[in-house]
C-alpha cells in the first residue's frame, strides 16, 4: 500500500479540526486507509541514515512539525496528496459536498492546441494535456503538487515507463504547441536546473551519474529517436520521460500551469491527468474549473482533454444487501454513497425504488465494477457495524476426486519401485510430433501465438515426449531406469466452452539392457488391480466393466511389439516397446518401453459411477 506523508497541522487546518492521534487513526480506519506512524522530519532522517537519537541535533525537535504518514489503498490515486485525503475525509463526514469538475476556457483565451506528430509511434504515441488557469500556489500547494507527480510516477506511472508528468509555465510558452519523435542529436535545449544546452544524446551520459534520473534512462535511451514537445517558437517543454525544459519551469509565483502526460498507455494517462487536475485545480480562481486542450492525433483526429465525464452504473439496492449483508433502503445507500464521493438518483422508469443509477466522478478512476460500488457502501456503513452472522448454508470442503485418485496412484507407481517426474506442460512442435513419429494437424493441438522460444510452442497431448526428454538428460543414471508421471495432457475439444480441455493420464516408463515390456504390461495389471478394474481377454466381452488390449499399429512404438488398452469398449491408453528412430531422435542409448492412459474413466464413486464426465 501506498504511504502518503502529510504535515498534520495543514491537515487539521483543512479538515476545519484538531484531532489527538487516537481519534484521527479512528477517523483513517472508518474510512478504510490507517494512519501507519507518527513521525517528523528529522525522526524520518534518522530512520533513514540508521542514526540514533544521539547521534544529531534534536535540540529544536519539538518544534518540528508533526508529520502523519497515512497507508492509502493502491488504486485510490486520488488519496495520494494532502487535498485528496482533506477532500474525502470532509465529504465523508458531511462537511462538504463532492465537486463537480467543469470544462471551461477562460474569457479572452484560445483553447490550447497539441499537435502529435507520426513518428511518436515508435516510441511513446500518445499525450494529453490540461490547462489550470489562475492558479494561486503557496509554498505548501506547490510542494504537494509536485510530492503528487512523484507518487503517480512510482505508482500508476510504474516509474515513468506507462505515463510521464510534465507541468509549465504557460506565460513563458506559445501556442499550439506538438508533440514530436526525433533523432536525439536534434533535441537542444536547456534542462530543468541546468544553465547551459544539451543535445539528448549527450544529456543521457550527463544524467547517468544522477541518482534520481538515471533509473528513467533505459526506457528511451536504446531507441533511434528520442519524444520531444515543442511549443510554436520551437522552445523544448520536455524530453519525456527523462526532464523538463529549464524555460517552461513552474513556481510559486506561476498563475497558468500547462499539464501534459505522455504515455504508451492512453487510459492510464487519462487517469493520471485527470488525478492531478482534479486534486489541484481547487486552487484555481474559479475553484474545479478546467481549461481543455485540443489533442489532433496522427491521423488529424480531434480530442479535447481532459475527459472529466461522471461514468454511469446501474445498481440494485438487493443486490447491494446481500453483497454487504445488511438491510439498507435505497435512500440510505445513496446518503451512503455520497460520503464516498459518488452522485446517486433513483432511475427514473423505477417505481420501486429498487435500482440506483450512480455516477462515478474523474476522482474515483477505481470504481470499474458494481462490486466497487458495493464495498464502497460497506465502507460508509462501516465494517464494524455489520453484525456477524451464522451462514444459512453449510458447506464442508474435500479433495477434488481427480486428484484424491492420482495421489492414490502416485503411491502405488512409488511402490512398484517407479521415480516420479515432473515435465512442463508445454513443449515444442517437434518433440511432440515429429520426434515420436506423429503426424501434426491443425486440430491435433493447442498452439502457442507467439512463443518466446522454440522449447515452448504447443502444449502437450502426450507425456511421453516430455519423460523421453527427461531420460535423455539423465544418461549417467545406473540402468535400469524406471520413470512416471501422472499429470495433464491438453487435447483440442470442440465441446468444451474454451475450445480444449486437460485429461488427467499416467505415464510408466522403463529403460534398460533390455527392453522390459513385461515390466510395463505387469504395471498396467497392477494398476487395474488396484482400482478394482477385472481383466478380460478373447473376442467376445461379456464383462462390461472389464479391461482388455488389442493389437495396435501405433508409429511410435515397435511393429507387434504394442497394444491399445480398452475399458468400456473405448480406447484409454497405449503401451509398448518405444520404436528405435524415437528412441535415437531423442538420442537415448538403451530400449525403452512405455505405457500411458487415460485415468479419467476410473473416478467413479462407491457405487461404480462416474464422477467425472
Given at each position: 500500500?501506498?504511504?502518503?506523508?502529510?504535515v498534520r497541522?495543514?491537515?487539521f487546518?483543512?479538515?476545519?479540526k484538531?484531532?489527538?492521534?487516537e481519534?484521527?487513526?479512528?477517523?483513517?480506519?472508518d474510512?478504510?486507509?490507517?494512519l501507519?506512524d507518527v513521525t517528523?522530519?528529522k525522526?524520518?532522517e534518522r530512520n533513514?541514515?540508521g542514526?540514533?537519537?544521539?547521534d544529531m541535533?534534536?535540540?529544536?525537535?519539538?518544534e518540528?512539525?508533526?508529520?502523519?504518514?497515512?497507508?492509502?489503498?493502491?488504486?485510490?490515486?486520488?488519496l495520494?496528496?494532502?487535498?485528496?485525503i482533506?477532500?474525502?475525509?470532509?465529504i465523508?463526514?458531511?462537511?462538504q459536498e463532492?465537486?463537480?469538475?467543469?470544462k471551461?476556457?477562460?474569457?479572452?483565451?484560445?483553447?490550447?492546441?497539441?499537435h502529435?506528430?507520426p513518428?511518436?509511434?515508435l516510441i511513446?504515441p500518445?499525450v494529453?494535456?490540461?490547462t489550470?488557469?489562475n492558479v494561486?500556489?503557496t509554498?505548501e500547494?506547490?510542494?504537494?503538487f509536485?510530492?503528487l507527480?512523484?507518487?503517480?510516477?512510482?505508482?500508476?506511472?510504474?516509474?515513468?515507463t506507462?505515463?510521464a508528468?510534465?507541468t509549465h509555465?504557460?506565460?513563458?510558452?506559445?501556442?499550439?504547441f506538438?508533440?514530436e519523435?526525433?533523432p536525439?542529436?536534434?533535441?537542444?535545449?536547456?534542462?530543468?536546473?541546468?544553465?547551459?544546452?544539451?543535445?539528448?544524446?549527450?544529456?543521457?551520459?550527463?544524467?547517468?551519474t544522477?541518482?534520481?534520473?538515471k533509473?528513467?534512462?533505459h526506457?528511451?535511451?536504446d531507441?533511434?529517436?528520442?519524444?520531444?514537445?515543442y511549443?510554436?517558437?520551437?522552445?523544448?517543454?520536455?524530453?519525456?520521460?527523462i526532464?523538463?525544459?529549464?524555460?517552461?519551469a513552474?513556481t510559486?509565483?506561476t498563475?497558468n500551469v500547462f499539464?501534459?502526460c505522455?504515455?504508451?498507455?492512453?487510459t492510464k494517462?487519462?487517469?493520471v491527468l485527470n488525478?492531478?487536475?482534479t486534486?489541484f485545480s481547487?486552487y484555481?480562481?474559479?475553484?474545479?474549473?478546467?481549461?481543455p486542450?485540443?489533442?489532433?492525433d496522427?491521423?488529424?483526429a480531434?480530442?479535447?482533454?481532459?475527459?472529466?465525464?461522471?461514468?454511469?452504473f446501474?445498481?440494485?439496492?438487493k443486490?447491494?444487501?446481500?453483497?454487504?449483508?445488511?438491510?439498507?433502503s435505497?435512500e440510505?445507500?445513496?446518503?451512503?454513497l455520497?460520503?464516498?464521493?459518488?452522485?446517486?438518483?433513483?432511475?427514473?422508469e423505477?417505481?420501486?425504488?429498487?435500482?440506483?443509477?450512480?455516477?462515478?466522478p474523474?476522482?474515483?478512476?477505481?470504481i470499474?465494477?458494481?462490486?466497487?460500488?458495493?464495498?464502497d457502501v460497506?465502507?460508509?456503513?462501516?465494517?464494524?457495524?455489520i453484525v456477524?452472522q451464522?451462514?444459512?448454508t453449510m458447506?464442508?470442503?474435500?479433495?477434488?476426486?481427480l486428484n484424491?485418485?492420482?495421489d492414490l496412484?502416485?503411491?502405488?507407481?512409488?511402490m512398484?519401485?517407479?521415480t516420479?517426474?515432473?515435465?512442463?506442460?508445454?513443449?515444442?512442435?517437434k518433440?511432440?510430433?515429429?520426434y515420436v513419429r506423429r503426424?501434426?494437424?491443425?486440430e491435433?493441438?493447442?498452439?502457442?501465438?507467439?512463443?518466446?522460444?522454440?522449447?515452448?510452442?504447443?502444449?502437450r497431448?502426450?507425456?511421453l515426449p516430455?519423460a523421453l526428454?527427461?531420460l535423455?538428460a539423465?544418461k549417467?543414471a545406473?540402468?535400469?531406469?524406471?520413470l512416471?508421471?501422472?499429470?495433464?495432457?491438453?487435447?483440442?475439444s470442440?465441446?468444451h466452452?474454451t475450445?480444449?480441455?486437460?485429461e488427467r493420464?499416467?505415464l510408466a516408463l522403463?529403460?534398460g539392457?533390455?527392453?522390459?515390456?513385461e515390466?510395463?504390461?505387469?504395471v498396467?495389471?497392477r494398476?487395474?488391480?488396484v482400482l478394482g478394474?477385472?481383466?478380460?481377454l478373447?473376442?467376445?466381452?461379456?464383462?462390461?466393466?472389464?479391461?482388455?488390449?488389442?493389437e495396435?499399429?501405433?508409429?511410435?512404438f515397435f511393429?507387434d511389439?504394442?497394444a491399445t488398452?480398452?475399458y468400456?469398449?473405448?480406447?484409454?491408453?497405449?503401451?509398448?516397446?518405444?520404436?528405435p528412430?524415437?528412441?535415437?531422435?531423442?538420442d537415448?542409448?538403451?530400449?525403452?518401453?512405455?505405457?500411458?492412459?487415460?485415468i479419467?474413466?476410473?473416478?467413479?464413486d462407491?457405487?461404480?459411477n462416474e464422477i467425472?464426465?
Amino acid at each position: 500500500m501506498p504511504t502518503v506523508s502529510v504535515v498534520r497541522d495543514e491537515l487539521f487546518k483543512e479538515l476545519g479540526k484538531v484531532y489527538t492521534d487516537e481519534e484521527f487513526e479512528d477517523v483513517c480506519f472508518d474510512f478504510g486507509i490507517e494512519l501507519d506512524d507518527v513521525t517528523t522530519e528529522k525522526q524520518m532522517e534518522r530512520n533513514e541514515l540508521g542514526l540514533s537519537k544521539s547521534d544529531m541535533d534534536v535540540d529544536n525537535e519539538e518544534e518540528e512539525e508533526i508529520i502523519y504518514k497515512i497507508d492509502i489503498p493502491a488504486n485510490r490515486y486520488d488519496l495520494l496528496c494532502l487535498e485528496g485525503i482533506s477532500r474525502a475525509l470532509r465529504i465523508f463526514q458531511g462537511k462538504q459536498e463532492t465537486p463537480t469538475f467543469v470544462k471551461e476556457v477562460v474569457a479572452g483565451n484560445e483553447v490550447q492546441t497539441m499537435h502529435i506528430k507520426p513518428e511518436t509511434a515508435l516510441i511513446r504515441p500518445h499525450v494529453v494535456c490540461a490547462t489550470l488557469r489562475n492558479v494561486t500556489f503557496t509554498a505548501e500547494s506547490y510542494k504537494s503538487f509536485i510530492d503528487l507527480q512523484d507518487k503517480l510516477h512510482q505508482n500508476l506511472c510504474r516509474q515513468r515507463t506507462l505515463v510521464a508528468i510534465g507541468t509549465h509555465d504557460l506565460d513563458t510558452l506559445k501556442g499550439p504547441f506538438r508533440y514530436e519523435a526525433l533523432p536525439p542529436e536534434k533535441i537542444v535545449f536547456t534542462p530543468l536546473k541546468q544553465t547551459k544546452d544539451f543535445n539528448a544524446k549527450d544529456l543521457m551520459e550527463f544524467y547517468k551519474t544522477d541518482q534520481k534520473l538515471k533509473q528513467y534512462l533505459h526506457i528511451i535511451e536504446d531507441s533511434p529517436v528520442f519524444p520531444v514537445i515543442y511549443d510554436s517558437n520551437d522552445t523544448v517543454l520536455s524530453l519525456p520521460p527523462i526532464i523538463n525544459g529549464a524555460h517552461s519551469a513552474i513556481t510559486l509565483d506561476t498563475k497558468n500551469v500547462f499539464i501534459e502526460c505522455t504515455a504508451t498507455d492512453h487510459t492510464k494517462a487519462n487517469v493520471v491527468l485527470n488525478t492531478v487536475v482534479t486534486m489541484f485545480s481547487q486552487y484555481c480562481a474559479k475553484p474545479f474549473t478546467v481549461e481543455p486542450v485540443n489533442v489532433v492525433d496522427q491521423f488529424g483526429a480531434e480530442r479535447m482533454y481532459p475527459n472529466l465525464d461522471l461514468v454511469e452504473f446501474e445498481v440494485k439496492q438487493k443486490d447491494i444487501c446481500k453483497a454487504i449483508g445488511v438491510e439498507l433502503s435505497s435512500e440510505h445507500i445513496s446518503d451512503l454513497l455520497r460520503k464516498m464521493q459518488l452522485l446517486v438518483e433513483p432511475k427514473e422508469e423505477e417505481t420501486t425504488g429498487g435500482s440506483l443509477i450512480v455516477k462515478v466522478p474523474p476522482t474515483r478512476s477505481d470504481i470499474l465494477h458494481a462490486c466497487d460500488i458495493y464495498e464502497d457502501v460497506a465502507i460508509a456503513w462501516g465494517y464494524n457495524n455489520i453484525v456477524k452472522q451464522v451462514p444459512k448454508t453449510m458447506t464442508y470442503g474435500k479433495e477434488f476426486p481427480l486428484n484424491q485418485l492420482s495421489d492414490l496412484l502416485r503411491a502405488e507407481m512409488a511402490m512398484v519401485g517407479f521415480t516420479e517426474i515432473l515435465t512442463w506442460a508445454l513443449c515444442s512442435l517437434k518433440e511432440n510430433f515429429e520426434y515420436v513419429r506423429r503426424e501434426h494437424l491443425a486440430e491435433t493441438a493447442v498452439t502457442i501465438g507467439n512463443p518466446k522460444t522454440l522449447d515452448f510452442e504447443v502444449c502437450r497431448t502426450s507425456l511421453l515426449p516430455c519423460a523421453l526428454k527427461t531420460l535423455a538428460a539423465n544418461k549417467d543414471a545406473p540402468v535400469p531406469i524406471k520413470l512416471f508421471e501422472l499429470s495433464d495432457v491438453i487435447l483440442i475439444s470442440e465441446e468444451h466452452e474454451t475450445g480444449a480441455k486437460n485429461e488427467r493420464r499416467l505415464l510408466a516408463l522403463f529403460s534398460g539392457k533390455e527392453s522390459g515390456f513385461e515390466v510395463i504390461h505387469g504395471v498396467l495389471n497392477r494398476i487395474m488391480q488396484v482400482l478394482g478394474v477385472p481383466v478380460e481377454l478373447g473376442d467376445k466381452m461379456t464383462n462390461p466393466e472389464a479391461y482388455s488390449w488389442k493389437e495396435s499399429q501405433d508409429k511410435t512404438f515397435f511393429p507387434d511389439r504394442q497394444a491399445t488398452v480398452m475399458y468400456k469398449k473405448k480406447e484409454i491408453g497405449i503401451f509398448g516397446v518405444v520404436h528405435p528412430e524415437v528412441l535415437k531422435a531423442f538420442d537415448i542409448v538403451y530400449p525403452c518401453s512405455a505405457l500411458e492412459i487415460n485415468i479419467e474413466p476410473f473416478c467413479f464413486d462407491q457405487h461404480g459411477n462416474e464422477i467425472l464426465e
